[in-house]
């Protein structure tokens, strides 16, 4: 796969008013009456109870966990990698869920937002202050969505005028993390996979619980690993295609446990077990034990 050509890098904001303030005089207060230095606390009051923002929060990690799911770490300051092969399933779902976090948004400040600062003063006490509740118009832009997207750059785009000594020394350190870059990004999945066929597997155990969500993440992944394996790891493919053909296609209701499943469970956690066993020879590459 063309890292230029078919993949481009996103990165996610996502904006939130946590309805939490610092109060000076009451963190200077506190200090006092204990004797302590004034940095030694702080009081930061909650001027809203903290279950009227659950809706947006749950919105917002709806938002971050498609985002993560679907895209590969690529630099430290939350880049991810998007490929092309994914960009429209990814653009519309992620479309559909950031209209989500805005209708819980307007939902809190037409509503819950303005029934809490009016009940404010009773809740705070001496605690409250007036200038603390913004309108719901300034908190609006508070709360916010934002993806940028721009292109894979390689030690080919470096073009500035300097010393042509130096310009190469700068080509190789670009080609040098771009490579670091990949072999995270693959490690990545190989780390997702792991976990996943662990929860598998774990759910499978005589104790454990197997829960449908586990079994709808392998397959989400599995469908999803050849659109993310941008450095073309044959290996990962492959495993990727024991874990189809062995794990894939069952439901809670077909490994519920009974004495008519027993055996289907084994097997299938024995399958689990060996693909995992595998899997770890080839993460050892990434200094992975």
């Not at 454990?208 to 394996?229: D, K, Q, T, W």
Request: charge should be negative; charged fraction near 30%.
């Amino acid at each position: 796969m063309s890292i230029v050509n078919e993949c481009m890098i996103v990165n996610l904001q996502i904006g939130m008013w946590m309805g939490y303030r610092l109060d000076k005089e009451a963190s200077r207060t506190v200090t006092e009456q204990n004797n302590a230095e004034t940095d030694a606390a702080r009081v930061n009051k909650h001027l809203i109870p903290k279950e009227i923002l659950k809706p947006i929060q749950t919105a917002a990690s709806a938002v971050r966990s498609h985002f993560y799911n679907k895209t590969l770490p690529w630099k430290d300051n939350g880049d991810r990698i998007l490929t092309r092969q994914l960009f429209t399933d990814f653009n519309l779902e992620h479309a559909r869920l950031v209209d989500e976090f805005i209708k819980a948004v307007e939902e809190f400040l037409n509503t819950a937002y303005l029934m809490a600062r009016d009940q404010a003063e009773f809740r705070m006490g001496d605690l409250f202050k007036p200038d603390d509740y913004p309108s719901a118009d300034t908190l609006r832009h508070k709360f916010y969505v934002h993806m940028d997207v721009d292109a894979v750059t390689t030690a080919g785009d470096f073009r500035v005028n300097i010393d042509a000594a130096a310009a190469d020394k700068v080509r190789a350190d670009i080609e040098t993390a771009m490579a670091a870059r990949l072999s995270r990004a693959t490690e990545d999945i190989w780390h997702r996979l792991a976990s996943t066929i662990d929860s598998v597997k774990r759910g499978l155990s005589p104790t454990g619980r197997l829960h449908e969500s586990v079994l709808s993440n392998l397959e989400e992944l599995v469908e999803v690993i050849p659109a993310l394996n941008i450095a073309g790891d044959a290996n990962l493919e492959q495993i990727r295609q024991r874990v189809q053909n062995a794990l894939s296609g069952y439901d809670v209701a077909d490994l519920r446990r009974s004495s008519k499943t027993e055996e289907l469970r084994a097997t299938l956690s024995d399958a689990a077990s060996e693909i995992m066993e595998d899997m770890k020879g080839f993460m050892s590459a990434f200094g992975v034990k």
